[in-house]
């Protein structure tokens, strides 16, 4: 099957630090990767499109220069998460698939829960 | 862009009855149509999808309808079980790795 992973699942930080989220395809190789936030009791949102070797294309409201995301390759897609603020916690889960073939579904990871103090 | 609503956003039934979850979407370029069953503080989990081909599609007890016409697409479960009792997403998009545009979930609970 198709496993994606995301480490850490969980971090606390102090506000004002930055924090790098890691989201994995163990056994695919994804071209595209997504990024979304879910606040409690609400839906996931899309933040970005993660391009393996290209720049990320963000959703409106999103600011880029905040979260930044590395789609260094087929495997591996980064978001870093810079200057957290309390209003940054959040649920920030990847999804991923093979892609170039419309049969595909995505794979979401675990997700990450993030809480800046 | 693509919006997607879903309704009820709460839905109690007793087990062994019959849930039902709609949605309605906007973009008439939406084609993929998944259904994801996420428990507390876990991932979403695909439970079932279909794409715009088919009208109906099912998965022993889960079924999904789709009416691409008036944009509206359903999620039926029968005999529902007590661990059935999850928060269930609606989403759409124009493939399967392109962006999911999400509704705003409904929370599914069954009463034994």
């Known amino acids: 099957g198709a496993v994606v992973s995301q480490h850490p699942s969980r971090v606390i930080c102090k506000s004002g630090t930055s924090v790098k989220i890691e989201c994995r395809s163990l056994?695919?190789?994804?071209?595209?990767m997504f990024w979304y936030r879910q606040f409690p009791k609400q839906s996931l949102m899309l933040m970005a499109t993660?391009?393996?070797?290209?720049?990320?294309?963000?959703e409106q409201g999103v600011e880029k220069d905040k979260f930044l995301i590395n789609h260094a390759s087929l495997t591996l897609s980064t978001l870093t998460v810079t200057s957290a603020h309390p209003e940054d916690s959040s649920f920030y889960i990847c999804?991923?698939?093979?892609?170039?073939?419309?049969?595909?579904?995505?794979?979401f990871g675990p997700g990450t829960r993030l809480l800046v103090l | 862009g693509e919006n997607v609503e879903q309704h009820p956003s709460t839905l109690s039934v007793q087990e062994g009855d019959s849930a039902v979850i709609k949605c309605t979407y906007s973009?008439?370029?939406?084609?993929?149509f998944p259904w994801y069953k996420q428990e507390l503080g876990k991932r979403p989990q695909l439970i079932i999808d279909?794409?715009?081909?088919?009208g109906e599609k099912k998965d022993q007890r889960i079924a999904v309808t789709l009416n691409k016409t008036a944009k509206h697409f359903s999620l039926h479960i029968t005999e529902t079980q007590p661990e059935d009792s999850a928060v269930y997403f609606c989403?759409?998009?124009?493939?399967?790795?392109?962006?999911?545009?999400f509704g705003k979930g409904t929370r599914l609970s069954v009463i034994a």
């Open positions: 999804s991923a698939s093979r892609g170039g073939w419309a049969q595909e579904t995505q794979y």
């Open positions: 056994d695919f190789q994804a071209t595209t």
């Open positions: 993660s391009n393996e070797g290209s720049k990320a294309t963000y």
């Open positions: 973009d008439s370029a939406s084609n993929y």
């Open positions: 279909i794409r715009s081909n088919v």
């Open positions: 989403a759409a998009a124009e493939i399967t790795n392109t962006p999911l545009v």
